[in-house]
Structures are given as structure tokens and as C-alpha cells.
């Protein structure tokens, strides 16, 4: 490490310390601290609703931890050093984050809170969340919504100036969302408060991309193999690493063009392109490919099915639907994801993609899907074998009646409706009516009703690999 930590200030606020934050924001600063070594951007990292343990630990080896990407020549480890304290609400009491958040040196809160933790739905915050609800009748703050208005209330009160919120979750437009969410609830209590966050902060799109599968015990065997020691903070992830930032800042702008992040005018097209050809393909994988009982990723690759499945998604399903970008091959573009998935040493599991599929399909599958409705007047095949899927993995049973786990905070609710109905075809029209994402336009749409129900119908019938193949056939008659 060649900059000096210890002239590191608390400017940078990260909430979410789980493995994506460790490999993608922290790691692009940390490059960018290491080519603009004069940089006084020290983060503070949080976590809101998992255990305190990740920060103890993380407190215990002074912040420092590793980062090791894995390709077939084996492991590399980087380690990052630009984190120079924890907060735990749990530890150090709910006064702790808002209270950092109005410090005068702050200057960015980042987030990598998961899909759901915006708390939010089509239409803005969901003030029908029960934490929401509590927090809104007087609980102390504990989503990341109400932990951000807190701090911004006292911020103000202190009459410092405004802050960069930066969403880094999978979310289109995740700057927009988090800047309606954290209005919604200001709003809700303190309309003052709402009219000066708007005017003095800002919340920048971004399109963040590196595969970061969740730690398992041999990977923490493989960690200690490459390092000759235990480091409990330590992820392993792929090389690869892209951040493309909306270039709209409050204040100072932390060196990330020098950690390697691209900041450009308009990030939805990057969004887009990334939601649908990354994400979109990795939800297709991971639900048709846990529903046959493949465990991670490489492994559906290197099913001739699957692999034809994708290329055909990547080219025909999701890149039609995509607006040109200068300097992009869409093409190249999804060989080089291909590439990315068939790597062998990450073990990326395809029921941790599974996992959270409501909070998934909207930006994933259904924008796509309603281009194709709009454009062409169908129904893509292979996005209806994705629904089809997520149908199936609700009512908890795949190829060979083998159990399916669904775990999405929409899931009980799903489940309770569609598990017990008799047959898949009983169970279609109530699950296209009662799961939001769909829309007063997709619900009722006969032509997705009748493609997913013959997905269904297949998928049951066949299995899923002897239904990716007769699909690939018919597409290519
Ligand atoms: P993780 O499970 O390791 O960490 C999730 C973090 O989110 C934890 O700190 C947890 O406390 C926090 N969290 C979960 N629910 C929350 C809620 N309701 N409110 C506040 N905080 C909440 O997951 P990981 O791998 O760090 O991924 C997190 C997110 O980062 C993803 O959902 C995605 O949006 C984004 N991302 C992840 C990538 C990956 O490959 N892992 C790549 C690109 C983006
Ligand atoms: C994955 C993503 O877990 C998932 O849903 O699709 O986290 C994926 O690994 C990243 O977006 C890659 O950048």
C-alpha cells in the first residue's frame, strides 16, 4: 500500500459492508487513494440489519482487508486500506450513523443495501413497509431510508452543506430511486427538510458490475492457502470491475476516475445494458438452472443447453431492446459475459441469484419484456421459461420433484396464494395478478398469459434442458 492512512479523514460513509461493497466501491477508491496518494478519503463502513461481527472483525485488522480475484491461473490478492472505522447501531446506538452523517468533513454516502433495502416499489417509497411504518410513527431509524433522513435532518440543522448519495445496487436509475425514497419519507415528516435535501444533495445513477459470489467455508480455506494467513473480511470475486457514475457530485468528488470508475453524463444507457444483458441472463441461469438442479453458474455453462440459451438471450432477447452506445460492440459485449460466467474458480451459486427475485425481474426481465410487447407484439420465449420458472420455484418443486428454496421477502406472500392451488394453470392468473412488478399492463396481458402458460406447460412436461433445446431449435427454424 503506498498512501499514507494515517492522514485519512472520515468523508466517505458506506452502508451495506457485505461482499459487493468489499470488491467494487471500496476497491475503486482504494485504486484511486493509491494513484492520487495526496486523497484524505477515509470511509467509515455500516451495516444496518445483518450482525455487528463482519465490523468487529473488520475493526480488529484496523480496516484492512483483501480483495482476491480468482481466474484460472488461481487467485490474486489486493488488499485495500481505505477504510478507517465501523458503526453498528446495535454497538454503538442508533444516534451513531445519523450523527456521523452530519459531521462537517462527510462528503459521499455510498450503498450497497440490496435491491430491497430502498424500501421502495414502482411508485416510490412503500410507505405499506412495516419498518417503514414504524419508523414514520416515531421508531428510531433503522432502515437505510430513515438512517439517511435522520442524518440529513441533523445536517441541516447544523447548517452544513449537502451531500453525494450514491446508490451502488442493481436498481435502473438507482440514484432516482434513492433520491425519491429518502424525499418520500422527508416529505412524510418534515417537508422543509425534503425542499432542502433536494436542493443542497445529489444522488447519482450508477451502473456497478463485478461478480462477487457470497464466501463459503472452502473459499475461506482457499483464502488462507493464497495469504498464509485468516482474513475474515477477505472475498473472492473475478478481475473484472466496471463503475460508470452519473457525474453529478454536492461537494468534493472523491478520486474514483482515478480507482478506474468512467463518470459520464447519462448512465441509464450503461444501466440498461448491464441490467439486461448481465443481470437478465444471470436470473435466466439461475432459476432455470436451480430448477435442473445446477448449483453454480460454470456448471449451467457448461450444459451445451444453457450455454446456447444465453447466447441466444444475450443476442435476440435482451440486446434488440437496448439504445446504441459509442464504443460498444452489444456483441462483444455479451461474449465477453460469457466468458465471465464460464469462469471456473468462481463457484457464483445460482441460489444466491435466485434469491431476492422480485426485487430482480422488474429491471431484468419485465422493462425488456415490455419493449418486445410494445415493439414486436410478443412474447420472447426464453423470458417466458424465466417467469414459467419463478412460478415453479414458488409453488417449491423442480425437474424430479426436487425441493426448491425460494428465499425473497415477497415469497410468503406469493407462496401462501399460488402453492396450494391444484394445478400450475390454476396458479398462472392468480401469480400474474398478484405480483406487483407485473403492472395494470402486464397482468392482464393475454399474450404473456399464454406464453408463460405453455413455458409451464413444457417445462413440466419436459424439464427444463430438453425444453432449452427444443426452444433453441424452433428459434433457429
Ligand atoms: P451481501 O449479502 O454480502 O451484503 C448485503 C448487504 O446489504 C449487507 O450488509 C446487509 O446488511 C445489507 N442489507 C440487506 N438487506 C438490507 C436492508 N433491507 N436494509 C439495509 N441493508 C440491507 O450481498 P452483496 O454481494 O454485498 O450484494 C449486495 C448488493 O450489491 C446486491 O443486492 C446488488 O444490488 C449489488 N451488487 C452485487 C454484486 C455481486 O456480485 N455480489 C454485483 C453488483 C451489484
Ligand atoms: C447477480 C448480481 O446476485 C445477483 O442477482 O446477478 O449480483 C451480479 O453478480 C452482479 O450484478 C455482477 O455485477
Redesign the pocket.
Known sequence: MTYDRSKLRPRWLH??????????PLCVLHRGLLNDPTGDWGVIVA????GRD?LDQLDHARGIYHVLAADADGLHAEQVGCVIGTRHPDRDGADALPMLIASPELAVISL??????Y?SGPDGLDFDNPAIRAELAGAPPR??ISVLVAGLARRRAASHAGLTLLA????SGNGTKLARAVDDFARATDPQLADWIAGACRFPCSM???????MTSPDRDRVRGTLGQDDPSAVI?EPFLQWVIEDSFAADRPPLAEGGALLVADVEPYEDMKLRMLNGAHSLLALLGGQAGLATVDACMADPHFAAAVAHFHAQEAAPTLPPLPGIDLARYGEDLRARFRNPALK?RTAQIAS?TSQKLPQRILAPLRWHLAQRGTVPPLMALVLASWLIWLRGYGDDGCALEVNDPRAETLRARISTLPSDADALPVFLAGYDGFGPDLAPDQRLHSAVQDALARLRAHGVRNTLAATMSEVAS
Open positions: 452502508i451495506g459492508f457485505g461482499a459487493f461493497a468489499r470488491a467494487h451495516r444496518l440489519n445483518s463482519a450497497t443495501i440490496t435491491e430491497k433495502g424500501c432502515t437505510a451502488c445496487d442493481n436498481l456497478v458490475d463485478r461478480i462477487v459470489p457470497a470475486c457464483h431476492d
